[in-house]
């Protein structure tokens, strides 16, 4: 799994804005500037072992159509610059702590700095309560065909 998600971040994190963690490594927040492109055609071919790592081999293609299509909704929901939050993640014995709310609030707050919008996914129905307090609302909750992922789309209006 540490091997999975370490090229991730390698391969895919060369134009982050922002990754915060705290100082156990307990939790981290992992979001995209506006404007932000997927990686470079190479990096993109890195991460191919990496998502392999993480979903096995058979699952790459389907994770990779999943992915390029909640591009096109993200694109759709927010198709003005936003700060995109790509991933977060608590220890689950560390979960309901803050820690999340801490992670994000740095984002958040440039967001309403600069008055601009937000988005996530989740596929945690118990998440949904966490950003809403934080100002996401739900814009769409679907099935991934092919991932048989159900989620929830999240924007963040600008502040």
Same mark, same amino acid.
């Given at each position: 799994?540490?091997?999975?998600?370490? =090229?991730?971040?390698?391969?895919?994190?060369?134009r982050l804005s922002d990754t915060y963690t705290?100082?156990?490594r307990a939790g981290v927040a992992i979001w995209l500037p506006p404007g932000y492109h997927n990686p470079p055609l190479l990096d993109a071919l890195r991460l191919g072992p990496a998502m392999a790592r993480l979903a096995?081999?058979?699952?790459?293609?389907?994770?990779?159509n999943a992915v390029s299509e909640l591009e096109r909704r993200r694109h759709?929901?927010?198709?003005?610059?936003?700060?995109? +939050?790509?991933?977060? #993640?608590?220890?689950?014995?560390?979960? #309901?702590?803050?820690? =999340?709310?801490?992670?994000m609030r740095?984002? +958040?707050d440039r967001?309403?700095?600069?008055?601009?919008?937000?988005?996530?996914?989740?596929?945690?129905?118990?998440? +949904?309560? +966490?950003?809403?307090?934080?100002?996401f609302g739900v814009v769409e909750e679907l099935t991934l065909p092919g991932a048989g992922v159900h989620g929830w789309l999240m924007r963040r209006a600008a502040g």
């Open positions: 799994m540490l091997a999975g998600w370490t =090229g991730i971040l390698r391969y895919a994190s060369a705290t100082e156990d096995g081999w058979a699952r790459v293609r389907s994770i990779s759709r929901h927010v198709p003005q610059p936003h700060y995109y +939050l790509s991933a977060l #993640g608590v220890e689950p014995g560390r979960q #309901g702590q803050g820690i =999340g709310t801490a992670l740095p984002v +958040l967001c309403d700095r600069d008055h601009l919008p937000a988005y996530l996914e989740t596929a945690t129905d118990r998440n +949904l309560p +966490l950003y809403e307090r934080h100002g």
